[in-house]
């Protein structure tokens, strides 16, 4: 079975950085295959923070424009999220989340998630 784990999570000072790394089990990251960072901050619903299609193109949430930067490398199954200039908003539970579209159906992958803290 397929899994997908994230790394790099932390505890920073605002206005510091950090970097996701989410690795795929098997190579399933190709072009039929989006990912996406997902958050949840505690008492909140989960939102989509990054997403990154099979063919490179990305979006944003607005609230991290311009700080966070997604990026794939296919051959490793590795999709990555830079954080910088982080806020004490960005505090959360931190999801990697790859959408793989077959011929007739897809399949979804999320990983476990990984705990990013900002203090002020």
């Known amino acids: 079975q397929v899994q997908v784990v994230e790394s790099g999570g932390g505890s920073v000072q605002a206005g510091g950085s950090l970097r996701l790394a989410c690795v795929a089990s098997e190579n399933i990251l190709s072009i039929n295959a989006a990912a996406a960072w997902y958050r949840q901050a505690p008492g909140k619903q989960r939102e989509l923070v990054a997403a990154?299609?099979?063919?490179?193109?990305?979006k944003y949430a607005d609230s991290v424009k311009g700080r966070f930067t997604i990026s794939r490398d296919n051959a490793k199954n590795t999709v990555l999220l830079e954080m910088n200039s982080l806020e004490p908003e960005d505090t959360a539970v931190y999801y990697c989340?790859?959408?793989?579209?077959?011929?007739?159906?897809?399949?979804?992958?999320w990983g476990q998630g990984t705990q990013v803290t900002v203090s002020s």
């Open positions: 990154i299609a099979g063919g490179g193109g990305t």
């Open positions: 989340n790859v959408v793989v579209v077959r011929r007739w159906y897809r399949d979804e992958y």
